[in-house]
């Protein structure tokens, strides 16, 4: 197992990369989901002043005011060769700070690890893309094919803002044959001592859809026999929170499973769908959440709204549901699962409203995939690339259904667990510790001069 946070020196990169993602978490571009919120021009000016004097040109869109995204290319000399977009997210989710040990907005350096939101989701990449971005350049790179480092607005909504837009409107600028971002490359230990660095190679979709339940109002004086919409919604909410829709075992499950070398014993079950479930009661709560989101359609209800007052029986309550769908499922089979979910209820539930983003996939028996393996074995000598579903959405989506090969990686130290980054993703006390941010950025110039040749 090679150690990479001793064999490769430190020098200035560590400091670079430092100091721009302090900048970035203090700018504090915090998505709601309002239009107004975010405000990623700030990062798009800090990042345009970042490669000034480098001698890439870059360029800004902003559909709206205040969402703006920073492209910078280096153009390749070879117009048929592959090209390859590093594209990391500005925005961040919002913070609780009296939930944090550190100011959450701070960016504070404490011990050898910069603190703040967006540390790993996903500041600490797009802090790396651009400076490995501007080293090449510095360094008077001239791929065959154009690299484009994208700084994008707005993932943490739906895109509308950023890469949904720029995918749909900018291609010119922004389009790639093949894409990385967030996340991956946390390394894993493995059997026989290897790491494995899981590659997120898809994801699952979203169908987020609005519920209505009706019922008759009343006086609520006298509840007896009435048609009260809380009460039926109360039992919609336990039918689908109790609903176990069947396991999955996939393709890209099975090879995850696989490929990272766990034990016999604890690998058989969780490839047999009649087992699955049981299996999950023996491993540690985040991981069973994450397995089982994995090899599931799920359903969770996260909002309701109902009622006018205290003294008048409902006649209407809104329910929405975050549902997340497997590779190949779409609204008719949401639909159909959601009927059998409610059974007899079923026609007193209305979908009103629905959100259908499918899930999306890329293959690995790609040029990108093996230049993933080679590099990363130059930092991590026996490592192991493995392929993995990612559960939650990433802009990734809106390149893969223009055709392009887009995968999640990065590159981590071994000083956090795999478990402590999935609950450090939207949670409290994020951080990221300077040894992953320089590997990050080492990866990236070595993937890009072993990719795009020159
Ligand atoms: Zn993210």
Redesign the pocket.
């Known amino acids: 197992m090679g150690d990479a946070t001793t064999t490769r020196a430190g020098g200035d990169v560590t400091g670079e990369v430092t100091d721009l993602i302090q900048h970035l978490i203090r700018n504090a571009c915090v998505n709601d989901g309002s239009v107004g919120s975010g405000f990623e021009v700030r990062s798009a000016d800090l990042l345009a002043g970042y490669f000034e004097g480098s001698g890439i040109d870059v360029e800004r869109y902003e559909p709206e005011p205040g969402r703006a995204s920073l492209v910078a290319r280096i153009e390749g000399s070879n117009p048929d060769a592959p090209g390859l977009l590093l594209m990391g ?1 500005t925005d961040v989710v919002p913070a609780n700070a009296d939930r944090w040990r550190h100011d959450p907005f701070g960016g504070e350096l404490i011990d050898g690890e910069v603190w703040g939101r967006g540390a790993v ?2 500041l600490n990449l797009t802090a790396s893309m651009a400076v490995a971005t501007r080293r090449l350049a510095a360094s008077g790179f001239r791929p065959e094919g154009t690299l484009t480092y994208l700084a994008v607005a707005d ?2 909504a739906l895109g509308a803002y950023g890469a949904d837009h720029l995918a749909r409107h900018e291609l010119d600028a922004v389009g790639a044959d093949f894409v990385i971002t ?2 991956g490359g946390i390394p894993v230990p493995g059997g026989g001592g290897e790491l494995r660095l899981p590659v997120l190679v898809g994801e699952k979709g979203s169908c987020w859809c609005t519920l209505r339940i009706t019922g008759t109002p009343g006086h609520a004086s006298q509840p007896y026999a009435t048609d009260n919409a809380l009460v039926t919604a109360a039992e919609v909410v336990r039918r689908i929170a109790e609903y176990r829709p069947q396991t999955d075992i996939h393709a890209t499950w099975r090879r995850f499973l696989e490929g990272m070398g766990l034990p016999d014993e604890m690998v058989a079950p969780l490839l047999d769908p009649d087992r699955f479930v049981d299996a999950l009661a023996d491993l540690p709560v985040g991981m069973a959440r994450q397995f089982h989101a994995c090899t599931h359609t799920t359903l969770a209800p996260t909002v309701a709204h109902g009622g006018t007052k205290t003294n008048v029986i409902p006649d209407q309550v809104d329910l929405q549901v975050d549902i997340r769908t497997l590779p190949g499922q779409t609204l008719p089979d949401v639909q159909a699962l959601l009927a059998e979910a409610l059974g007899d209820l079923a026609d007193r539930v209305e979908m009103v409203d629905s959100h259908d983003d499918p899930s999306t996939e890329s293959p690995i028996d790609t040029p990108l995939w093996d230049a993933l393996d080679r590099v990363s074995k130059s930092f991590y000598s026996g490592s192991h690339l493995v392929p993995m579903l990612s559960v939650g959405a ?1 802009d990734a989506r809106f390149f893969r259904r223009l055709g392009a090969t887009a995968y999640g990686f990065g590159l981590f130290s071994q000083k956090l667990t795999f478990e402590d980054f999935g609950r450090m ?1 939207h949670g409290d006390d994020e951080r990221v510790d300077t040894d992953s941010l320089r590997l990050s950025t080492e990866l990236w110039e070595a993937v890009a001069r072993d990719f795009l040749g020159g």
């Open positions: 997210h989701d996903m993932e943490e967030e996340s990433t993703f």
